[in-house]
């Protein structure tokens, strides 16, 4: 997948990891100290040397319930660790962003991937802003705002209903005049979505492949996972979220979004050596790039 500046972004041959680094004071999982960008900068070079093959950088939680951030105040987050982390690393840069402004001033710093939860749905001008820079685009299914998504979680076949959904976020980003094989699909794992519409998505993930767009999945330390864990912390869901991983990857995954990236990396490496030596079980379709 062409990225700007001339690089590329390898999917298919191993599972990339994605690994979180989120600047926001609120994050449902982790923080880093919302003032001090050397230690976002830090905890980048970490990632990565931990084996992410992607960072992603958000300044805004968009966990259920959470409140909006005004885009400057986002801005003031996110920009000096994307470009400070841009001089200094070797792997793209991904933006967690659904503002039009805040992903031209991220690309702008250095970022090549606009990782979009609202999948075009929120700002009608972000299109633009990807198809102009040539920055690919994450197109993630959810409904509603954060506030009241769990409203919107009804279903009658949710995975169904999420390919149609998310292939409407598709044709949106062609209108916009950005390139097909500059998109990868995100189910939203979480977002308006109980945890039995989670575990029925992730149990029939292959049937996304009818979009024949990447994918990538995010699953790390979310809340559904407590509905087999019990009442534990997202930081005591690691081991949870390996499984949910192993599952994602079988099932068709091309980048997984981790907070544990050391520990996800071998996850993945032993799903991707699973995969290959399947004989019964549905691996990852050919897809387009």
């Known amino acids: 997948m062409p990225l700007p500046g001339g690089r590329t972004l390898d999917l298919g041959e191993r599972t990339l990891v994605m690994g979180i680094l989120n600047v926001s004071p609120d994050s449902f999982a982790e923080r880093v100290p919302l003032a001090d960008s050397a230690a976002a900068l830090d905890a980048a070079l970490a990632l990565e040397a931990a084996g992410a093959d ?10 259920p319930g959470a409140q909006p951030v005004p885009e400057d105040e986002e801005r003031r987050r996110v920009l000096p660790v994307v470009a400070a982390a841009a001089a200094r690393l070797a792997v793209p840069i991904s933006v967690d962003t659904y503002k039009a402004g805040v992903a ?21 001008a972000l299109g633009d802003v990807v ?16 506030r009241e998504m769990y409203r919107e979680a009804v279903y009658e076949a949710v995975t169904s209903e999420v390919v149609s959904e ?41 049937a996304l492949a009818v979009l024949d767009r990447p994918l990538l999945v995010g699953v790390s330390r979310k809340s559904f ?33 981790v907070h544990a990236v050391a520990e996800m990396v071998q996850v993945a490496r032993v799903a991707d050596q699973l995969r290959r030596h399947a004989t019964d079980v549905g691996g990852r379709g050919s897809v387009d790039l």
């Not at 031209?104 to 009608?124: C, E, F, P």
């Not at 198809?131 to 954060?146: D, E, I, N, P, W």
């Open 225 to 257: 996972l407590a509905g087999a864990l019990g009442d534990r912390p997202p930081s005591e869901r690691d081991w949870g979220t390996a499984a949910a991983v192993t599952a994602a990857i079988l099932g068709g995954a091309h980048v997984v979004r």
């Open 131 to 146: 198809a102009s820079t040539g920055a690919a685009l994450v197109l993630m299914h959810t409904r509603g705002r954060s």
């Open 54 to 63: 992607i960072i992603d950088i958000g300044g805004e939680s968009t966990r």
């Open 104 to 124: 031209r001033a991220a690309i702008d710093a250095g970022a090549s991937i606009v990782n979009d939860i609202s999948g075009l749905r929120y700002d009608a």
């Open 166 to 206: 998310l292939g409407w976020s598709l044709e949106r980003a062609r209108q916009a005049g950005i390139a097909t094989g500059r998109t990868i699909l995100d189910p939203g794992f979480g977002f308006a979505k109980r945890p039995e519409h989670s575990y029925r998505l992730l149990a029939s993930l292959g």
